[in-house]
C-alpha cells in the first residue's frame, strides 16, 4: 500500500516535465553561458536545452559572427584548437566548462554550439565578448551565399502495393548542404532531376524554408516521383545555382502486378467471348417443327431426340420390370396335388386312350393293356 502513493507523486512529476520539455523542443535549442566577457586563460560554463537527447555537440568560441548573421567564414573564424565536445541527457540539456581563447578574427564574438552527431543538423550560438580581444564591424552583406554537399546524399522511402501494380514511384532526397559564402542563404531553390539510360534529366524546381547563414550548414529534404508504371536504372541529380551538387542512383523494380493482370485478362476476356458467342449461336441457329412461331421449346426438342437414344441404347432391366408379375401358364395342377396324384390328369389319360392301342398317348410311353375277358385265363 505504501508504494502507490510514490507511484502517484512519480506520474506527476513525469506529466509535469513531459509539457517543458515538449515547449523547449519546439522552440528549438538555446545556449546560455554563465558570463559575458571573460579574458584569455579564464572559462566559463556554457549551458543548454532544447537539443536532441543523447547527442554529441561541439562547443566553440568564434569571431566575426553574431547570433542574427551567423559565423562569417565558417569553421576558420573560430578557435578550433581549444573546441569542447559534450553530449546531451535524456532531455536534451547540457552544461559543461568552456576555455576562453581569442579566435582568429576579430570580434564581436559568440559561443558556437553545433551537432556533430544525430538525425537532423542544428546550431545556436550566444553572444560573448572576449576581453583585450580587437573588434571590428561585420562587413556588409554585398556576397552571396554558396552552398555545398558535406555529406553522401540518400534516397529514403520504399515502395508500397499501389507501386507494385504501376503506381508513380516516390522517395525522399536527403542531403546535409553547407554555405560556404559570405551571405545567408533564405528559402534557396534547389532543382531535382531524375534521368533514365542515356536521356537528360527532367528538371523540377523545389523550394526549401529556411535559412542557412555562413558557415551554417542544414539537412535538406526534397521529395523525388517518377511517372506511373516507371522501372529501370535511374539517377536522382540535385543542382542549385546552376551547378551540380549531388547524384544518387536509384534502382526500381519492375511494376509484376501489371503484367500479372494483363496475363489474366487476356485468359479471362476470351473465355468470357466464347461464352457469350455460343450463346447467341444458340438461340439464332434454326429450330425443329413446333411449338409457337415455329420454334419448339427444349422440351418438344428433347421428346423427338428420345426415341433415337431408345433406339440405340440397350433396355435396361429396370425395377418397374422386376416388380411386374409373370403371366401364369395354363396348367391343370393344383397347388395342392402332385403331378402323379392328379385326378385330372388320370382322367385325362383314360379318355385319351385308344381301344386296343395299347399306347397312352397322354404320358407319351408305350403301355401294355390288361384288359382281360371274360372266361379266358
Known amino acids: 500500500m505504501r508504494r502507490i502513493p510514490a507511484l502517484v507523486a ?33 572559462s566559463i560554463i556554457v549551458t543548454g ?31 578550433n584548437a581549444d573546441a569542447r565536445a559534450v553530449t546531451t541527457d535524456t532531455l536534451g540539456g547540457f552544461s559543461k566548462s568552456l576555455p576562453v581563447t581569442e579566435p582568429p578574427v576579430p570580434c564581436p564574438c559568440v559561443v558556437h554550439v553545433a551537432t556533430v552527431t544525430g538525425g537532423s543538423q542544428a546550431a545556436a550560438d550566444a553572444v560573448f565578448k572576449v576581453a583585450g580581444h580587437p573588434v571590428e564591424p561585420l562587413p556588409a552583406q554585398t556576397g552571396t551565399g554558396r552552398l555545398s554537399v ?30 560556404l559564402g559570405t551571405a545567408a542563404v533564405k528559402d534557396p531553390v534547389f532543382q531535382v532531376g531524375t534521368s533514365h539510360g542515356v536521356f537528360a534529366p527532367q528538371w523540377d524546381e523545389q523550394q526549401w524554408r529556411g535559412t542557412i ?12 516521383g517518377l511517372v506511373s508504371g516507371a522501372h529501370g536504372d535511374y539517377t536522382v541529380s540535385l543542382r542549385y545555382d546552376g551547378k551540380m551538387l549531388a547524384e544518387q542512383p536509384w534502382g526500381v523494380g519492375r511494376p509484376w502486378g501489371v503484367t500479372l493482370f494483363w ?4 485468359v479471362v476476356v476470351p473465355a468470357a467471348l466464347f461464352r457469350i458467342g455460343m450463346a447467341v449461336v444458340d438461340r439464332v441457329r434454326p429450330r425443329g417443327p413446333g411449338g409457337a412461331g415455329g420454334r419448339p421449346s427444349p422440351r418438344h426438342g428433347r421428346a423427338l431426340r428420345l426415341p433415337e437414344l431408345t433406339l440405340r441404347m440397350p433396355r435396361l432391366n429396370t425395377r418397374e420390370d422386376r416388380e411386374q408379375p409373370r403371366p401364369a401358364t395354363a396348367s391343370t395342377t393344383l397347388p395342392w396335388f402332385t403331378p402323379d396324384a392328379d385326378p385330372g390328369a388320370s382322367a385325362v389319360e383314360g379318355a ?25 385265363t
Open 150 to 179: 558535406l555529406t553522401d546524399p540518400r534516397l529514403d522511402g520504399s515502395s508500397g502495393v499501389l507501386t507494385w501494380f504501376g503506381a508513380p514511384p516516390t522517395r525522399t532526397l536527403v542531403v546535409t548542404v553547407g554555405n
Open 213 to 224: 547563414t555562413p558557415g551554417g550548414k542544414a539537412r535538406v529534404e526534397l521529395p523525388v
Open 352 to 376: 385319351g386312350s385308344g381301344a386296343g392301342t395299347g399306347i397312352d398317348t397322354g404320358a407319351g410311353t408305350p403301355t401294355t393293356s390288361t384288359t382281360t375277358t371274360k372266361g379266358n
Open 10 to 42: 512519480v506520474l506527476a512529476i513525469a506529466l509535469l516535465m513531459v509539457p517543458v520539455t515538449s515547449a523547449a523542443a519546439a522552440d528549438g535549442p538555446t545556449v546560455k553561458v554563465s558570463k559575458s566577457q571573460a579574458g584569455t586563460g579564464d
Open 49 to 79: 536545452a532544447g537539443w536532441q537527447p543523447r547527442t554529441l555537440l561541439m562547443m566553440l568560441i568564434c569571431g566575426r559572427s553574431t547570433p542574427g548573421r551567423g559565423v562569417i567564414g565558417g569553421t576558420n573564424s573560430c578557435a
Open 263 to 266: 496475363v489474366l485478362a487476356g
